[in-house]
């Protein structure tokens, strides 16, 4: 059994850690008892059982392709898609090693940049993790090729942008809901200080008959709900990591709703909306929503203040 720091991948009871594992794509042995990271954990455990084929986006060295293949999912076939050939060079040569045959079959790796690489019906479901909220957006075709989704007929899409901000999210969910995908599952993971929204969105055949509020675009609907359901519950780390993280991103966005007001900050970059008001006033009422239900924490900070470009280069 092998442990590559950094790559994801270990053998029972060792952590992850480094970056040199990433440049060399080892993995370990089938037969090893081997967990991704968190951050690709939280990924592969919304990737529904009833998948028939899946597209890994910004595959890197196709982690979470192998995974997922070697994880008792007979039938399954992975495609691992990267705009650079080393990695899924070093990934395809890491599978042929370290798989089973049978295993190896399914896999696919592909270069090219986004949803380009791919023929229509090949893939239901698609996955974009470890890229800001406007990457993933022009993969999927925003702005794009509109409908190129359909075309391929994906009906399941996984999201993990490196940002959780909620200004951000709620463009990404405003997209969706524009498209015609519903979020059926979201989880909250804190890793290394920083914190990650997985979501899953299904297309739907019947659109609600009541259009969200506006502030439902902005915070985790179907994680927020759990945590004020479970209020207080004792070992509920899902609701004190939420509380953390609208903890952390009130007092982020009340910086940044004074940045935005202020004489020095350039007119064409002014908030003339009120949206960054109308944020600081939503996480503050969730914040005492959550606290009058007995969510305790809350206080520890999160590294999200950073460039996404900076989030995407340091990735656990």
């Not at 890994?56 to 070697?70: R, T």
């Not at 940049?113 to 239901?124: C, I, K, T, Y």
Request: proline residues 6%.
């Amino acid at each position: 059994a092998l442990f590559c720091p950094g790559s994801g991948w270990s053998t029972a009871g060792e952590r992850p850690g480094g970056r040199l594992g990433r440049l060399h794509g080892v993995v370990p042995s089938p037969d090893a008892e081997h967990v991704l990271s968190p951050r690709l954990q939280a990924v592969a455990s919304l990737v529904p059982r009833d998948c028939r084929a899946i597209a890994d986006i910004g595959a890197d060295h196709a982690l979470l392709c192998m995974d997922l293949v070697a994880s008792k999912r007979p039938g399954l076939r992975a495609v691992a898609i990267d705009r650079n050939r080393a990695p899924l060079e070093a990934g395809r040569k890491a599978a042929l090693q370290h798989l089973a045959p049978g295993m190896v079959k399914q896999l696919d790796f592909r270069l090219g940049d986004g949803l380009s690489p791919l023929s229509e019906g090949e893939v239901d479901t698609v996955c974009v993790a470890g890229m800001g909220v406007s990457s993933i957006l022009r993969v999927l075709g925003a702005g794009g090729e509109p409908g190129r989704l359909g075309t391929l007929g994906v009906d399941t899409l996984v999201l993990q942008p490196v940002s959780p901000r909620p200004a951000a999210l709620h463009g990404l969910r405003k997209w969706l809901d524009s498209q015609g995908y519903t979020i059926d599952a979201e989880v909250i993971s804190r890793v290394k200080g920083l914190f990650y929204i997985t979501t899953r969105a299904r297309r739907s055949a019947e659109k609600s008959f009541i259009a969200p509020g506006e502030g439902d675009f902005f915070l985790p609907q179907l994680i927020r709900r759990r945590a004020l359901a479970g209020a207080g519950s004792e070992g509920d780390d899902e609701a004190e990591n939420y509380l953390r993280y609208v903890s952390h991103h009130l007092r982020w966005e009340k910086g940044n709703a004074c940045r935005k007001r202020g004489a020095s900050c350039p007119a064409n970059k002014r908030d003339n909306t009120g949206q960054a008001d109308f944020l600081v006033q939503l996480l503050e009422e969730e914040v005492i929503a959550l606290r009058a239900g007995g969510v305790t924490g809350g206080e520890a900070g999160g590294d999200e203040d950073e460039d996404e470009e900076d989030l995407v280069s340091s990735l656990p």
